[in-house]
């Protein structure tokens, strides 16, 4: 895989500081109910914290597509690859990918995932989903073609969740560029990306763990 393909920093220089400790303290506690780790929470969590009121909107909805009836973990990830890939949201792909590999992707798979030009080599609901996140990044839209394919291999509601999930991992990539939220720089990556990211900011006996 190159990596020239993969989008690994930012190229602006004014970032939106990570909100201190003492502030985010109270936000993560009171939704968890449990002690906040700084040193377990990934900077993407700190940051949605430092949001305040909006933080338990956002986390719910994440604990939602990473649930028993959100999407396909590796579709799932799949999508938020391509769309860190169509962003070129380095924060987005780096924690994602590390995901995608946990839940059972492949190199070769995750390599595809990151190529320039139309998503090939991999299997056929990886390449609809990736035309789908291709489209929906770039013209805000799906063709007729692309909708109709996702009807017929996920069927109605499913296909609901595709579109929604697809459409929150676009926010999330903006959000995260708009902000530039610090990419990982220690070992929290494999110790808080098993599955989900936002169970990573409380000990393991608090709710939302994953």
Not at 131 to 143: H, I, S
Not at 204 to 209: D, I, K, S
Request: glycine fraction near 10%; charged fraction near 20%; aromatic fraction near 8%.
């Amino acid at each position: 895989m190159s990596q020239l393909n993969i989008p690994t920093t930012y190229a602006a220089k004014v970032t939106v500081p990570l909100p201190d400790d003492d502030v985010i303290r109270p936000v993560i506690e009171s939704y968890y109910g449990a002690p906040y780790q700084p040193d377990m929470t990934l900077n993407v969590v700190k940051m949605f914290a430092g949001t305040g009121a909006h933080f338990a909107g956002v986390i719910d909805t994440v604990n939602a597509i990473f649930g028993p009836e959100g999407i396909n973990p590796k579709h799932r990830q799949t999508c938020m690859m391509r769309v860190a890939k169509g962003l070129n949201a380095p924060y987005e792909w780096q924690i994602h990918s590390a995901i995608g590999r946990n839940v059972g992707l492949s190199e070769d798979e995750i390599a595809a995932f990151a190529s320039d030009g139309p998503v090939t080599g991999v299997g056929s609901d990886y390449v609809l989903l990736c035309r789908a996140c291709d489209e929906l990044t770039g013209a805000k839209t799906l063709t007729d073609d692309t909708l109709s394919e996702l009807l017929a291999m996920f069927g109605e509601e499913s296909t609901r969740k595709y579109i929604f999930s697809i459409s929150i991992f676009i926010f999330m990539g903006v959000w995260l560029n708009g902000c530039r939220v610090p990419l990982e720089t220690t070992d929290k990556i494999d110790k808080t990306t098993k599955s989900n990211p936002a169970g990573s900011a409380v000990k393991p006996t608090g709710a939302g763990e994953g």
